[in-house]
Each structure stands twice: as structure tokens, then as C-alpha cells.
């Protein structure tokens, strides 16, 4: 069977697992009701919500003036200020994850240390345990502005989580401080999102379809990819070790946007997980070039295909279990190890 194949059937089996419960939910999901902190973002905008939100959420704030290795990186000063270059970021044809022009295209930062947090693929919880969602449990609000076919997606990526680790995605009751927002921001349009839990009502950006395209709903790859962010999880190709897998090609990258091709640091621990070309983590060939036709990523394993956004990939859902505790018991390990190796793309 091929790998396409072996993906559709893995869609299909958590489809079939997650329907009934889809049906029920759907109708009982909270809708942003404006619960007591009247969410924050009622602007619809990053920069227009609380305080403390536009401080984190403006360019000029969020971006970190040094490297994870404490290289100076004047690039992320500037990222966004030549407006020629802007437009090419938000051309329709550009990826929904890029649009945002966020740090990495779709990663809000919150601290000027977020980048000394990761290890090799996510948050080093023994530094930062913070960020972890407790007892492996995330309450979330879908936006009542979605139409049911994108409410549908969003709940199969909960589902297709729940299935596959031991992480769990739970209505949110109105009473419990750190949720998840499900929210089509204006300010910035795409799919974005804050890496990890930072504490209180957390939005998760997910841009509706349009006359152009399907935005971040064009496959279910796209609303996982995020909710793996929320969860503590960065893009793949930021590993320390990626110039022994791929090659960065420089001259097409959006000059104000080369910042965005930098790497984590080696410091930290690590997983014992291989580089992973199929990750639903990993940035697409063409993110961030002038023309997309050109390539500004490519593998060094002549045939290797980056980028995908069908299904979390094996070694996603390993990482994410090994991060969440969810291999620590024997059964545990075993079961979510077979899920993930069979199930997984």
C-alpha cells in the first residue's frame, strides 16, 4: 500500500472513530459566548486586544534581538518594513502559515526567552513547565463564525489527537483559567498560533475559506499543524541539526524574511527522534520566496517531499506523545507506538 494510501485509510479510521462524538459535539461545543474575560480579542485583532496582548503581539515587541546561540539578528528588527515586501507576503497565493508574517510565518512570540525553550522539536518542559498543558487536557471554544463544514475539520483534528496520544480535548466549562480559542482573526489573517500554553484564554488563528482558496482549512494537516504549535511543538526544519538534511537557498528568500530560516539552539536536550522529512511541521519548498516558483528549502535525499499538511506524520505523533508523558507507561508505549507507526503518515 502507498503512503498516500496509508494516510487516507489512517484519515478514515480516526473519521469513522471521531463521527459519532462529532454529531454530539457540534451541536454541544461552547461557541465564543463571550465568557467572563469577554475575549479579549473582540477587536479581531492581534494588536487591538488587552494590554498585555498588544504588547506581546506587535512586530516590534515579540521578536527576540538575539539567536537561541545569542547571535545578534538585526533581520528580525526589520522583518515587515519594506511594504514592497509585505505584499509579496500577502499575495492570495502564498501559503495561509506565511501570510501572518509572524516569527516563523505562524508562531506568535510572548518573551524574548521563548527561543531558549525549545529542545531539538519543542518546549524543554524541565525549563519551562509552564507551558505544558496539564494532565495532558486542553479546553477549547470554537468561533461561532465557522460554518459547520470547518467546525466538522476542527473536530476531527481534535479527535484524530485524541485518538493518537494520550492528550485530550475537552469543551471548555466556563470555569477553567487555560483554554483554547478557536478564532478567525482579522489582524493577522492565516494560521497562526502561540507555541505551548501561556496561561488564560488562548487563541488559535485559523483563517476561513475565501474566494481565493480553503486558507487554513484546505486540508486537516493545516488545523493539526497549529494545534501542534499550541501544544509546545516547533517547525521541524528549526532543528539544529537540519544543514545535514536540507539546504537553505537564500537568494529566494523575501529578504526582510531570511530571520525566519534560523535554527534553534543546539544547547538543550534533546529527542531521540530522526530528522523527519514527512513532518506536518515542517515548512513547504517554496515559504517565504520572492517567486514561488522558486525554491527556498530543499532536501538533501534526492526525492524527499516537505511539506505536507494531509495527517501528522509517524515520528509527529511519537515526538508529541514522548512530550506529553504518553509512552512513559509499557502498554502505554506499546499501544500509542503501534498508532502512531501505522496511523500516522
Wanted: glycine letters at 6%.
Amino acid at each position: 500500500m502507498g503512503r498516500r494510501a496509508v494516510a487516507a485509510a489512517a484519515v478514515t479510521v480516526v473519521w469513522c472513530a471521531a463521527t459519532v462524538m462529532c454529531r454530539v459535539l457540534l451541536t454541544d461545543t461552547p461557541a465564543a459566548r463571550t465568557p467572563r474575560d469577554a475575549h479579549a480579542w473582540h477587536s479581531n485583532s492581534l494588536s487591538g486586544g488587552r494590554r498585555e496582548d498588544r504588547q506581546e503581539g506587535q512586530r516590534g515587541d515579540h521578536l527576540a534581538p538575539y539567536q537561541a546561540d545569542n547571535t545578534p539578528d538585526d533581520l528580525y528588527e526589520s522583518v515587515g518594513e519594506a511594504e514592497a515586501e509585505r505584499t509579496l507576503l500577502r499575495e492570495w497565493t502564498q501559503d495561509p502559515e506565511v501570510t501572518p508574517g509572524l516569527f516563523q510565518g505562524d508562531i506568535v512570540i510572548t518573551s524574548y526567552d521563548l527561543l531558549s525553550m525549545s529542545t531539538r522539536v519543542a518546549i524543554n518542559w524541565n525549563k519551562y513547565p509552564e507551558r505544558r498543558w496539564a494532565n495532558a487536557t486542553v479546553p477549547f471554544v470554537i468561533s461561532e463564525l465557522y460554518g459547520t463544514s470547518e467546525r466538522k475539520m476542527i473536530m476531527l483534528a481534535f479527535h484524530s489527537l485524541d485518538f493518537l496520544t494520550c492528550i485530550k480535548f475537552v469543551p471548555w466549562d466556563q470555569v477553567t483559567k487555560d483554554y483554547l480559542l478557536i478564532w478567525p482573526m482579522e489582524k493577522p489573517k492565516g494560521c497562526w498560533s502561540f507555541v505551548g500554553k501561556r496561561g488564560g484564554q488562548q487563541v488559535v488563528s485559523l483563517q476561513a475559506p475565501d474566494e481565493h482558496s480553503k486558507r487554513c482549512f484546505i486540508s486537516l494537516g493545516k488545523v493539526i499543524h497549529e494545534l501542534l504549535h499550541a501544544l509546545g511543538m516547533f517547525h521541524e526544519q528549526a532543528r539544529p541539526d537540519r544543514d545535514d538534511h536540507i539546504d537553505i537557498i537564500t537568494e529566494n528568500i523575501i529578504p526582510d524574511y531570511i530571520g525566519n530560516f534560523k535554527k534553534q539552539s543546539a544547547d538543550n536536550a534533546t529527542f531521540p527522534f530522526s530528522y523527519d522529512y514527512n513532518s506536518v511541521m515542517h515548512y513547504g519548498s517554496n515559504f517565504f520566496s520572492y517567486n514561488l516558483n522558486k525554491p527556498t528549502i530543499i532536501p538533501k535525499v534526492k526525492g524527499a517531499k516537505i511539506g505536507q499538511r494531509i495527517m501528522i506524520s509517524k515520528l509527529d505523533c511519537l515526538k508529541l506523545n514522548e512530550l506529553y508523558g504518553c509512552l512513559d507507561n509499557p502498554f502505554d508505549k506499546e499501544k500509542y507506538t503501534a498508532m502512531c507507526t501505522y496511523l500516522g503518515y
